[in-house]
């Protein structure tokens, strides 16, 4: 079934009261951003909402990228996770029919709001700690051999799927999408996990318990020379889409500058061997951890590294779709998608929004006309503490990972401006590249996948989902969500024609009701005009040609 996008979403969710089924988040709260529209956050195949109910709150997760199994997958998950009772997982509810947008019911997600900081946040403020990150390799250890145990594994280990406590002794997992359990042998995955963390060899056929092995390895070297050499964290220019290593590293481990960096520190570098080794054999080859970490298993030749470490003539492989931050049609394509934003800083503005609380905006262009920004709400500048762009920033190159919010309309001094946006709500979104740095990532728009990345191979386990006849869960206990008719071909002509005749003024969000009266931007702005009567007059001849062709079908 096709979801809503997050247009859709955001604009139910201001009344949550009238879309939301469930009776506690009926009665909810959402937080919202600066403009008054609530937060959405990316996670695998849904976006994320943070719900307030009287003292407790929820992950509200809904789904915006189709799966033909997923009902009968989160039942099965749901199913092994309760047996478990472990405090690994946070218990969950999938509700099939949990919010209701224009007349049909979609599925959601309620889960407990997991406690402690990301490992993404984690690092970004202990990466210089090492017994904290002695006892962080202790408990994803622990944690490994858990999954190994119960023979399931998660799909998609790395630092913004794990929650850690203050002094990183104990981990918990959150972001179900696409875990393996006992019932799903013989399916195929649902997706690929992050590429940083991921064997370049695996597939969507690989779908077995042994999925989180390879991320465990990664993640424990990286932590292992953290502990020895904190000054590596900035050598690799680690984030919390990267860690030490990246998938440019294990595509060509014997030319990789990092793999030659902790080839020197004592006490890791024969893991570090190891870890070279294991990325060149195959996927299903994999060992667990605790055998790693005692040598055993390790299959694959031996490789032979640079003594002077030459770059790779591989090219950037991301953890996300790459987008320049100039190029305002390729970032629009991406609304709702987390990506990787490239630019050089424009201008930077500060000021007080209509909630009475500050705010920065980051311009990559010109404010006006169409444009991109950062934006960093009050919530964000807590987020990222003291080192806040100012206007000594402009000039500078930044890498930018986050969800590209729905674009925004607005008026200044009879200057019209259209501006999309990524939300920073977490330290670490921001990373500073010198330019050349930044200019090797965006060569890599448009240039050919290199082993499978993320992207591709996520829309391959797209085309096949469906397919699979290996999944077994227990039996429905509601009935399925309704789906829209399907729409006749001229139906479908005709929204198309509508759809060119809006192009031009598509990049608008529904007004947030928490705005009266403007909203701040890199000029103060005004709510999103209404259309003019120019408009009402193009729908009018498109809706007259598309009845006229409806008419001439029937004939």
């Given at each position: ?7 859709q979403?955001?604009?139910a ?6 879309v939301l ?7 909810g ?8 529209l ?5 996670g695998?195949?849904?976006?994320t ?6 003292s407790?709150?929820?992950?509200l ?7 033909r ?8 998950i749901?199913a092994?996770?309760?047996?478990l009772?472990s405090?690994y997982f ?23 709001w997991a406690?402690?900081r990301?490992l ?7 990466h ?13 250890a622990?944690?490994?051999?858990f ?13 913004e799927?794990?929650m850690?406590?203050v ?11 696409g875990?393996?359990?006992?019932g799903?042998k ?19 056929k ?6 989180d ?7 424990d070297?990286?932590l292992?020379?953290l ?6 964290w ?9 860690v030490v ?9 014997g ?6 960096e902790?080839?020197?520190l004592p ?5 570090a061997?190891?870890?070279a ?8 080859s994999v ?6 970490l005692?040598?055993?298993g ?8 640079k ?31 987390r990506?990787?934003?490239?630019g ?9 929004g ?27 500048m807590?987020a ?10 402009v ?6 990972t ?6 925004y ?7 019209s401006?259209?501006?999309l ?5 977490v330290?670490g979104?921001?990373?500073?590249l010198p330019?050349?740095?930044a200019?090797?990532?965006?060569r890599s728009l ?14 391959d ?6 397919k ?12 399925p969500?309704?789906v ?6 001229n ?5 198309r ?35 003019s009567?120019?408009?009402?007059i ?5 809706i ?5 062709l409806?008419r001439?079908?029937?004939?």
């Open positions: 079934m096709a979801y809503p996008t997050l247009e979403y955001n604009e969710l201001q009344s949550p009261h009238l089924q469930d009776a506690e988040l009926k009665h709260r959402l937080k919202t951003s600066g403009l008054g609530p937060l959405a956050l990316c695998g195949f849904a976006l909402y943070t719900v307030d109910v009287s407790k709150r929820f992950a997760r809904c789904f915006h990228k189709e799966s199994e997923l009902e009968q997958r989160y039942r099965a749901s092994r996770i309760k047996q009772a405090p946070l218990p969950f509810d999938f509700i099939p029919n949990g919010i209701r947008i224009q007349g049909s019911m979609y599925p959601i997600v309620k889960m407990a406690q402690g990301t993404a946040e984690f690092l970004e403020s202990e210089q700690n090492a017994q904290a990150l002695q006892r962080l390799r202790q408990a994803l622990k944690l490994a051999g999954l190994e145990q119960n023979q399931i594994a998660h799909g998609d280990i790395q630092p799927n794990v850690v406590s002094d990183g002794g104990t981990v918990q997992l959150i972001d179900y999408d875990m393996f359990v006992e799903f013989g399916a195929t995955a649902t997706e690929l996990g992050q590429v940083n963390f991921q064997h370049p060899k695996r597939t969507a690989a779908f077995n318990e042994k999925l092995r390879f991320s465990f390895l990664t993640l070297v990286a292992h020379a502990t020895i050499s904190p000054s590596l900035n050598v690799s220019r680690s984030e919390p889409s990267a290593f990246r998938r440019n590293d294990f595509l060509d481990p030319s990789s500058i990092i793999f030659g902790v080839l020197k006490g890791v570098a024969n893991h061997k190891n870890l080794r294991v990325v060149i054999g195959e996927f299903q060992p667990t951890l605790a055998n790693f005692q040598d055993k390790v299959i694959g030749g031996e490789i032979i590294f003594q002077k470490t030459i770059p790779s003539t591989i090219g950037y492989q991301g953890a996300y779709p790459v987008c320049d931050a100039t190029k305002y049609a390729q970032v629009l394509a991406q609304v709702g998608s990506i990787e934003l490239i050089q800083i424009h201008s930077i503005r500060t000021g007080w209509a909630n009475k609380k500050p705010y920065i905006f980051v311009n990559f262009s010109d404010w006006r006309g169409q444009a991109i920004k950062l934006s960093i709400w009050s919530d964000g807590k990222i503490g003291s080192n806040l762009p100012d206007k000594s920033w000039g500078r190159w930044l890498s930018i986050g969800l590209v919010d729905p674009p309309k607005g008026q200044a001094k009879a200057v401006y259209i501006h946006s990524i939300t920073i709500t330290l979104q921001i990373q500073q330019e050349q740095e200019q090797f990532r965006l448009g240039s050919p996948p290199v082993a499978n990345p993320v992207l591709s191979r996520n829309s386990i797209l085309s096949t989902m469906g699979d006849r290996g999944i077994s869960a227990p039996p429905a206990q509601s009935p969500p309704n829209a008719p399907q729409k006749s071909s139906q479908q002509l005709l929204e024609m509508q759809a060119q005749a809006s192009q031009a003024t598509r990049p608008t969000t529904a007004t947030p009701r928490a705005l009266t009266q403007s909203a701040p931007a890199p000029r103060p702005m005004s709510a999103p005009k209404r259309s009567g120019t408009d009402w193009v729908w009018l001849f498109f007259i040609v598309g009845l006229s409806l001439s079908c029937v004939k």
